[in-house]
């Protein structure tokens, strides 16, 4: 089992910056890769940003060049800086744990960008 913590939502203008930050516990040695989804009102969940075990990092061509993954493996935290919000950001922004057969995800964190 692995639990998710996300945090670091809000409200934000267009152009501004927000750094989300999501806490992971339990069995994070099963951990292979760590990704962002985001749900947008009325929308599917999407994909944004994945970090591998190796550190590797892929990004959705929406965010791409304005959003960064990182992580802190001695404080169990995946990161993701959103640099040049955008209005069409504005989604719940969730965590998920990509584990040998299982995924497990986050309860989210709310992010609004006004224009």
């Known amino acids: 089992q692995v639990q998710l913590v996300e945090s670091g939502g809000g409200l934000v203008q267009a152009g501004g910056s927000l750094r989300l930050s999501c806490v992971a516990s339990g069995s994070i040695f099963s951990i292979n890769a760590m990704d962002w989804y985001r749900q947008a009102p009325g929308k599917e969940r999407e994909y944004v940003a994945q970090?591998?075990?190796?550190?590797?990092?892929n990004y959705a061509d929406s965010v791409k060049g304005r959003f960064a993954i990182s992580r802190d493996n001695v404080k169990n935290t995946v990161y993701l800086q959103m640099n040049s919000l955008k209005p069409e950001d504005t989604a719940v922004y969730y965590c998920n744990a990509d584990t040998i057969g299982m995924y497990y995800w986050g309860k989210g964190t709310r992010v609004t960008v006004s224009s």
């Open positions: 970090i591998a075990r190796d550190g590797s990092a």
